[in-house]
């Protein structure tokens, strides 16, 4: 495989991390974290191998949906430093080969932006066409509040000006008006500016409702929505041919295809759109013991554009949504990682991490991060999994899975030397407080979960097979167990896991293999075999896999063991 491509077209190999600047490291004692404590932990991220960090948003907000509110697209909110410490930040990320991407969350703003202060003083006031009004909620607009412990409609009457106004989220975040020509540009200089201060892209919030004209007056000014975000992916591209920009969109495999564009050339729309149906059925699988959800999600899987990719992820900072399992499955998924009422969220998912809903399985988590990084697509980590933190119940909704980052088994788990009331969340406490759970203590340990994620940031790297191959879902002859494999111009890799909380054998039928060739495990070696495993003449092989196993194999010919990337 080329390792040039790999290069050019980064993003398909990258391992991404999501943190919040809030809640990641106190540089100045203050207790928030900010940008220069950040940079002094800049070394921990290139140690695991992260290549791409995801800066959840930092310009200054009410913080009434943790930032994700937005008041001023030009600054930094002042508790997380200045636009100074931004920058060397970004320089010194760059100077580890860090490339570092932030949340563009222009749906809407908050209700403290200027924009929307003018707008709402009157039907002709500045600003005014910058959002989404009507007399009455038309028929045909849009459906489903996102928020529904909150909110009963997407649009609220706005008494000043007698008229209501559109808000996909709360009613605190009013929607930008996308079909006006002047937001679109505005959106283009917020775009412009992020990337001069050196940004190599965006996560892009919530997009399907960013592009939503549905039911406006003025939709017609917006030809179709995707030429619209294909004409963003070529702004960003004329200012930065390396730029990306990562998506969420949570819809149907079908639907969120489209935001990649050209379907049958390189992609010009979104690079990459993360798999949320592919994280759905995960959890059934690890619910039932069971890897056929996950093997239909990836049999279904659409193939993205020739340069596009998915984005694979386990957790991040929202809640575990379900939303796209039928009611019954999200029940079982619920009755197995979240039977309290407290730990669900909206109906439709769970606030909480990986390893408490796997009660701390040691094996169980181990297997999953396999997965994640052998998975074809690009994994994202949000930060705290690489070391298994938990959730603290005690915060407020999505707030429980955001606690500050634990580094060391110390006052506030080293995230701060600050008064402790004055922390951004509650440092969880017993099993998974920072005595138990924490950077510094992992780092010694090569048993740790966190060595663990080096070892397969590492294999992940060394094998874009797994990235850049075509892949196949295999019948591994057992219903606990996922094997698939990938196939490159000069390389197999096949990955194998087990969902069950028992031993099973795995039997595969490897096509285009025969007795010349082995299997060498990647990932440490099963000492009956040392390290490898024979392929039969009809190309078969049997694996044993332990309780909650995870193989990485790479097909090689004895002879010219040694002379590929085999660790
Ligand atoms: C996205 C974010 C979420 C936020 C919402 C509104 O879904 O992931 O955290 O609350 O957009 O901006």
Redesign the pocket.
């Given at each position: 495989m080329d390792l040039t491509r790999t290069a050019d077209l980064w993003w398909r190999n990258a391992v991404v991390y999501c943190l919040d600047v809030e809640t990641y490291k106190d540089g100045n004692g203050d207790g928030h974290g900010d940008f220069r404590g950040l940079t002094q932990q800049i070394d921990h991220l290139d140690r695991l191998g992260v290549t791409c960090l995801w800066l959840m948003p930092f310009f200054p907000t009410p913080d009434r949906?943790?930032g994700?509110?937005i008041t001023d697209f030009y600054n930094v909110d002042p508790r997380l430093g200045t636009l100074g410490d931004f920058v060397e930040f970004v320089r010194t990320a760059q100077d580890r080969g860090i490339r570092v991407i932030c949340d563009l969350?222009v749906?809407?703003v908050s209700d403290q932006h200027p924009w929307f202060q003018q707008a709402r003083k009157g039907r002709d006031a500045p600003y005014r066409d910058w959002f989404v009004w009507c007399d009455e909620p038309p028929k045909d607009g849009p459906t489903g509040v996102?928020f529904p412990d909150q909110e009963t409609s997407l649009w609220e009457y706005d008494e000043a000006s007698g008229q209501y106004y559109l808000h996909r989220?709360y009613k605190h975040?009013p929607d930008l008006n996308v079909a006006n020509p002047a937001v679109r540009d505005e959106i283009a200089r917020v775009i412009g500016f992020w990337m001069e201060l050196g940004m190599s892209g965006f996560r892009v919030?919530?997009v399907p409702f960013l592009l939503e004209t549905q039911g406006q007056d003025d939709a017609g000014l917006l030809p179709d929505p995707h030429d619209y975000l294909a004409d963003l992916r070529a702004f960003l591209s004329r200012r930065n041919g390396q730029a990306v920009l990562l998506g969420?969109v949570n819809l149907p495999y079908q639907d969120t295809m489209r935001f990649f564009g050209d379907p049958d050339g390189v992609g010009d729309e979104l690079n990459m759109c993360f798999d949320f149906i592919g994280m759905q059925r995960l959890y059934l699988s690890l619910a039932r013991a069971d890897a056929g959800p996950l093997a239909s999600a990836l049999r279904e899987r659409p193939v993205p554009p020739r340069d596009a990719q998915w984005a694979t992820f386990v957790r991040?900072?929202?809640e575990l949504t379900l939303d796209k399992l039928t009611e019954d499955e999200r029940n079982e998924v619920f009755a197995a990682f979240g039977p309290e009422p407290d730990m669900q969220l909206y109906g439709r998912g769970l606030r909480r991490r990986l390893p408490t809903m796997l009660d701390g399985d040691p094996a169980r988590i181990r297997m999953v991060y396999s997965l994640l990084f052998s998975l074809p697509g690009t994994p994202v980590l949000f930060y705290g999994e690489e070391i298994g933190m938990a959730e603290d119940l005690r915060a407020e909704g999505?707030l429980a899975v955001r606690t500050p980052m634990q580094w060391a088994p110390v006052h506030a788990g080293g995230f701060s030397t600050g008064d402790p009331s004055r922390l951004p969340g509650p440092i969880p406490d017993g099993e998974y407080g920072p005595e138990r759970v924490s950077v510094s203590s992992q780092r010694r340990d090569r048993e740790s979960l966190l060595s663990w994620m080096s070892t397969l940031i590492e294999r992940y790297r060394e094998c874009p097979e797994l990235r850049w191959g075509d892949y196949d879902v295999l019948d591994a002859g057992a219903s606990s167990v996922l094997a698939y494999r990938a196939d490159a111009a000069d390389g197999t890799v096949i990955a194998v896991h087990n969902f069950a909380d028992s031993p099973a054998e795995a039997r595969l039928a490897l096509d285009g293999l025969d007795a010349s060739w082995v299997l060498t495990d990647l990932l440490g070696s099963d000492v009956s075999t040392g390290g490898t495993t024979k392929v039969s003449d009809g190309g078969e092989v049997r694996l044993r896999m332990d309780r909650y196993g995870s193989r990485w194999l790479r097909a090689e010919r004895p002879e010219a063991v040694g002379g590929t990337m085999a660790p």
């Amino acid at each position: 495989m080329d390792l040039t491509r790999t290069a050019d077209l980064w993003w398909r190999n990258a391992v991404v991390y999501c943190l919040d600047v809030e809640t990641y490291k106190d540089g100045n004692g203050d207790g928030h974290g900010d940008f220069r404590g950040l940079t002094q932990q800049i070394d921990h991220l290139d140690r695991l191998g992260v290549t791409c960090l995801w800066l959840m948003p930092f310009f200054p907000t009410p913080d009434r949906d943790d930032g994700y509110d937005i008041t001023d697209f030009y600054n930094v909110d002042p508790r997380l430093g200045t636009l100074g410490d931004f920058v060397e930040f970004v320089r010194t990320a760059q100077d580890r080969g860090i490339r570092v991407i932030c949340d563009l969350v222009v749906n809407h703003v908050s209700d403290q932006h200027p924009w929307f202060q003018q707008a709402r003083k009157g039907r002709d006031a500045p600003y005014r066409d910058w959002f989404v009004w009507c007399d009455e909620p038309p028929k045909d607009g849009p459906t489903g509040v996102v928020f529904p412990d909150q909110e009963t409609s997407l649009w609220e009457y706005d008494e000043a000006s007698g008229q209501y106004y559109l808000h996909r989220f709360y009613k605190h975040q009013p929607d930008l008006n996308v079909a006006n020509p002047a937001v679109r540009d505005e959106i283009a200089r917020v775009i412009g500016f992020w990337m001069e201060l050196g940004m190599s892209g965006f996560r892009v919030d919530a997009v399907p409702f960013l592009l939503e004209t549905q039911g406006q007056d003025d939709a017609g000014l917006l030809p179709d929505p995707h030429d619209y975000l294909a004409d963003l992916r070529a702004f960003l591209s004329r200012r930065n041919g390396q730029a990306v920009l990562l998506g969420e969109v949570n819809l149907p495999y079908q639907d969120t295809m489209r935001f990649f564009g050209d379907p049958d050339g390189v992609g010009d729309e979104l690079n990459m759109c993360f798999d949320f149906i592919g994280m759905q059925r995960l959890y059934l699988s690890l619910a039932r013991a069971d890897a056929g959800p996950l093997a239909s999600a990836l049999r279904e899987r659409p193939v993205p554009p020739r340069d596009a990719q998915w984005a694979t992820f386990v957790r991040n900072h929202d809640e575990l949504t379900l939303d796209k399992l039928t009611e019954d499955e999200r029940n079982e998924v619920f009755a197995a990682f979240g039977p309290e009422p407290d730990m669900q969220l909206y109906g439709r998912g769970l606030r909480r991490r990986l390893p408490t809903m796997l009660d701390g399985d040691p094996a169980r988590i181990r297997m999953v991060y396999s997965l994640l990084f052998s998975l074809p697509g690009t994994p994202v980590l949000f930060y705290g999994e690489e070391i298994g933190m938990a959730e603290d119940l005690r915060a407020e909704g999505r707030l429980a899975v955001r606690t500050p980052m634990q580094w060391a088994p110390v006052h506030a788990g080293g995230f701060s030397t600050g008064d402790p009331s004055r922390l951004p969340g509650p440092i969880p406490d017993g099993e998974y407080g920072p005595e138990r759970v924490s950077v510094s203590s992992q780092r010694r340990d090569r048993e740790s979960l966190l060595s663990w994620m080096s070892t397969l940031i590492e294999r992940y790297r060394e094998c874009p097979e797994l990235r850049w191959g075509d892949y196949d879902v295999l019948d591994a002859g057992a219903s606990s167990v996922l094997a698939y494999r990938a196939d490159a111009a000069d390389g197999t890799v096949i990955a194998v896991h087990n969902f069950a909380d028992s031993p099973a054998e795995a039997r595969l039928a490897l096509d285009g293999l025969d007795a010349s060739w082995v299997l060498t495990d990647l990932l440490g070696s099963d000492v009956s075999t040392g390290g490898t495993t024979k392929v039969s003449d009809g190309g078969e092989v049997r694996l044993r896999m332990d309780r909650y196993g995870s193989r990485w194999l790479r097909a090689e010919r004895p002879e010219a063991v040694g002379g590929t990337m085999a660790p």
